[in-house]
C-alpha cells in the first residue's frame, strides 16, 4: 500500500513513490500488465483514487465509461480487483483459469454489482490469469 503521507485528492503517487513500494521487479510486472491491457482490450483511461487513508491508493483502468479492474501496489506485489457480473463469472469459469484462480473466484463475496473478484499479482506468470479476467469482463 502506498504510505499515507501520499494520500490526497490532491496528490497521486509519483512513479518514482510506486516503485519504492512495488519494488523493481513488481513495478515491471505493473507496468507490463498495464501495457498489455491498453494495448489488447483498450484501456486507455487511467484514474488514481484513494478512499481512505488504510486503503491507500488504487489505480482505476477504464474502458470509455466502464470501470474494468483496479490495481492496488503492496509492498512487493500488487493486488487487482474486479466486480465480475454472473456471465463474466460464468466465461471465467470457463476459460480454463488455474485452479488458484477458480478458487478465489469461488470464494469471492457477491454483491449487487457483481462478484467482488481479488488477486494477488506477484510476478509475470499472473499477468494471463488476469488477462483472462479481463477478457471475461470486457467481453460479458
Known amino acids: 500500500m502506498i504510505p499515507n503521507a501520499f494520500i490526497g485528492k490532491e496528490r ?16 515491471a510486472v505493473w507496468d507490463q ?9 483498450d484501456l486507455a ?4 483514487n484513494s478512499y481512505s487513508r488504510n ?3 488504487a489505480l482505476r483502468l477504464k474502458r470509455e465509461n466502464r470501470n474494468i479492474l483496479y ?11 474486479f466486480a465480475l457480473g454472473d456471465r463474466a463469472v460464468e466465461a471465467a ?9 477458480m478458487q478465489v ?3 469471492a463475496k457477491r454483491y449487487a454489482e457483481g462478484t467482488a473478484v481479488r488477486m494477488d ?11 483472462q479476467l479481463v477478457k471475461a469482463k470486457v467481453e460479458n
Open 12 to 27: 497521486q503517487p509519483t512513479d518514482q513513490e510506486l516503485t519504492a513500494e512495488l519494488g523493481r521487479k513488481a513495478k
Open 33 to 41: 500488465l498495464i501495457a498489455e491491457l491498453v494495448d489488447e482490450f
Open 45 to 48: 483511461t487511467k484514474e488514481w
Open 55 to 57: 486503503a491507500g491508493w
Open 71 to 81: 490495481l492496488s501496489p503492496c509492498r512487493g506485489s500488487f493486488v487487482v480487483s
Open 93 to 101: 469459469r470457463q476459460s480454463r483459469l488455474p485452479e488458484r484462480a
Open 105 to 107: 473466484i469461488a470464494e
Open 121 to 131: 499479482v506477484k510476478g509475470p506468470k499472473d499477468i494471463a490469469i488476469v488477462k
